[in-house]
Structures are given as structure tokens and as C-alpha cells.
């Protein structure tokens, strides 16, 4: 089968095409995994996985607990992961090109203070969910575990 330059061209445009989506699906997939996050305030004692221990909160302030996705038994305590606001219901609530890193001190489940938002991926500390949106209410996020 004979291709004349016209076609051959379009063939080596698909083929381009074809190999750029591949690899960013691909990147997309390894790169993060996409959920929600709330918020909650203080008090944060006593958590699921340190107790009363407040040295073990980090001397930022961006820490999370885990939902149930992620909380693992417990084996998510001390996890460390990488959180950006991708989107939420309320237009320009996330802040553009700000990424965290969070540690995972507590179960939202059972943490001390109630989330603003119940059923969420993480609930991250006031002071990281203010770091990465500017409204109070449950945000999609992107994360990876570092």
C-alpha cells in the first residue's frame, strides 16, 4: 500500500498524538491521586496516632488526619504527602501553585475536633488548609505520598 507525503504526514501527526496523550495519562497516573480535604481547628490532642504527644505534630502546623481511604489500620501515621487544591465548589477557592506537605497525625474519624466536612480523603490542620485555599469548605485536592 502506497502512502502519498499528504497521508504520511497525518500518519506522523496521529502517531505524535497518540504518543504525547500516552505519556501524559501516564505521568497523570504515577503522578498523583485526586480527592477531598476539609478542615478542622484546634484542639488536635489527643490524636490516633500520638496521643497527648504534641511534639510529634510538626513545628508548621500542616499536618492531616487521615480518612478512612488512607488511615490503613494506623500504618498512615507519620506519613508524609504532597496536597494541592485542584478545584471546589465555590469559584477561585483554591490558591494557585501553592503545594503542601502534610504529615498524617490523627484518624478523622475519631479526632478530636469535627471536620468541616465529614467523609473527606484528609482534613488537614487550619493552618495548611489555609496555605493551599481560601474558603472554608471541602476542596479537591491532588496528593502523593512522599
Do not use: H
Not at 498524538?17 to 505521568?27: G, V
Not at 497516573?29 to 478542622?40: F, K, L, N, P
Not at 510529634?56 to 481511604?69: D, R, W
Not at 490523627?106 to 490542620?125: C, F, H, I, Q
Request: aromatic share 8%; proline share 5%.
Amino acid at each position: 500500500m502506497m502512502l502519498n507525503s499528504n497521508s504520511n504526514s497525518k500518519l506522523q501527526y496521529l502517531l505524535q498524538w497518540i504518543s504525547i496523550s500516552l505519556t501524559s495519562t501516564l505521568f497523570m497516573v504515577v503522578c498523583c491521586e485526586v480527592g477531598t480535604a476539609s478542615m478542622y481547628n484546634p484542639p488536635y490532642t489527643p490524636s490516633a496516632c500520638y496521643g497527648n504527644d504534641a511534639s510529634q505534630f510538626p513545628s508548621s502546623n500542616l499536618f492531616a488526619a487521615a480518612g478512612e481511604g488512607i488511615w490503613d489500620n494506623g500504618a498512615a501515621c507519620g506519613r508524609q504527602y504532597l496536597v494541592r487544591c485542584i478545584s471546589a465548589v465555590i469559584p477561585r477557592t483554591c490558591i494557585p501553585g501553592q503545594t503542601i506537605q502534610v504529615k498524617i497525625i490523627d484518624r478523622a474519624k475519631t479526632s478530636a475536633s469535627r471536620p468541616t466536612s465529614m467523609g473527606t480523603t484528609m482534613v488537614l490542620s487550619d493552618t495548611a488548609f489555609g496555605t493551599i485555599a481560601n474558603q472554608i469548605s471541602s476542596i479537591n485536592i491532588e496528593f502523593q505520598q512522599v
